[in-house]
């Protein structure tokens, strides 16, 4: 990025948050001075990366006394081994990526932490221009082809336990395919689900933006369905590191937190605030794309590739007031539900325990207070999803073990 660009951004932060840039180092003499205050950060080219990146470009992060690394990963399990063995402090991160590593799925088994949630909304399911032709464009149309015309279906999901595998898994489930007997399903990094859909190496696939619409400008794929249709205001990338840095350097991971939800609540103020995030993060450091392929959705302009547009109301967002990014505990629930619905965990776990041992209520309490960020009185909300199926963190084991269609 060049000098000129940061300096503009800067202002444009500081018009926004007041005394931002000038502001002194809100920890720097007292007790709570960051343990560490140089802290990577992975993260994976995805939009939904922009708080984490832009709290380091605009200077968030000097002044809560710390210094963001952005660090730009291939791959999810890339992100997961970097956590696990300390190559990485944090990371942009699948919230049920976090939640399989504390229980030994999809990897070796650590004890993790969620921090904070850093966005909701905002990924799709891309189906293949190729079955669009044949009259696939929505969940109904696909089981009707996938009824009369068989064959092996392929879909792809960017990680065994992450977002994106749920998502998909719901919505077959939804119109009846089951993704476990009637499918194969295969697991891509993000950056590369266009290439290969181009290469017709899978029929459809789940992910975030800017790769569902990046697929409609290049002609290979339409929009199916997007996640917040699937559940509106889902969880989606979290803030995520392991149990052992979130008790040695608690500091720092408040000063992170702060940080980070400036940085969101600087992107959610407005449309200068959301076209200047989709020109930095479009750089080839970060997400390497088209401008194009980012600015459209982040302002919830939607198209399906077929000649259809809306405005979407329910798009992604980072701030919200506050509701985006509370790490709500009946939220890290839901991953379990569906890991156990879908066998990748084989008993009932004890789902509130392992949430409250992962999600970091109190350290996010403690930075939403000093940036006067109100937090919800319940740690369970209630969400309604495609299927009409209402998830409230009441009976997790009830929920799993409901669903018709499951592994």
């Not at 990371?91 to 969620?114: F, Q, R, T």
């Not at 015309?149 to 898994?169: D, I, V």
């Amino acid at each position: 990025m060049s000098e000129d660009r940061r300096k503009l951004l800067v202002g444009g932060a500081a018009a926004v948050g007041g005394s931002l840039v000038a502001a002194p180092h809100v920890w720097a003499a007292g007790s709570d001075k960051p343990e560490k205050e140089e802290v990577r950060i992975g993260f994976i080219p995805l939009t939904d990366c922009a708080s984490v990146v832009m709290a380091s470009v605009l200077g968030f992060d000097k002044k809560y006394g710390i210094k963001i690394v952005p660090t730009k990963e291939a791959s999810w399990a890339g992100v997961r081994d970097k956590l696990v063995n300390g190559e990485l402090d944090m990371a942009h991160v699948l919230y049920g990526l976090i939640y399989g590593v504390h229980l030994g799925v999809g990897g070796p088994k650590k004890d993790m932490a969620v921090l904070m949630t850093l966005n909701n909304n905002g990924q799709a399911i891309t189906l293949s221009k190729k079955l669009a032709d044949k009259g696939a464009v929505d969940g109904a149309s696909l089981a009707k082809l996938m009824g009369t015309e068989k064959r092996e279906y392929t879909f792809a999901q960017t990680f065994p336990t992450g977002t994106h595998a749920m998502w998909l898994y719901y919505w077959l489930a939804s119109v009846g395919i089951n993704p476990m007997k009637e499918a194969k399903v295969i697991t891509v990094p993000p950056p590369q689900m266009v290439a290969n859909m181009r290469v017709g190496n899978m029929d459809g696939y789940c992910v975030g933006e800017p790769w569902g619409h990046r697929a409609i400008m290049d002609g290979i794929g339409i929009t199916a369905v997007t996640t917040q249709d699937i559940w509106k205001d889902h969880p989606e990338k979290v803030l995520g590191c392991t149990g052992d840095f979130a008790k040695k350097y608690p500091n720092t991971a408040r000063a992170v937190i702060m940080a980070v939800l400036e940085a969101g609540r600087w992107i959610d103020a407005g449309l200068t605030n959301k076209l200047k995030m989709a020109d930095t993060i479009a750089e080839k450091s970060y997400v390497n794309t088209g401008v194009d392929a980012i600015n459209q959705r982040i302002l919830g302009r939607y198209q399906n590739g077929l000649g259809k547009t809306w405005d979407d109301p329910n798009h992604m967002k980072f701030f919200n007031d506050g509701a985006v990014s509370y790490p709500w505990l009946s939220d890290g629930m839901w991953f379990l539900t569906q890991h156990k619905r879908w066998g990748l965990i084989k008993e009932h776990p004890d789902y509130l325990g392992v949430a409250r041992q992962i999600n970091q209520i109190e350290l996010y309490k403690q930075a939403a207070a000093q940036l006067k960020i109100s937090v919800p009185k319940d740690t369970m909300r209630s969400s309604k999803l495609i299927d009409g199926v209402v998830w409230d963190g009441k009976d997790p084991a009830k929920y799993a073990d409901s669903f018709k269609v499951k592994a």
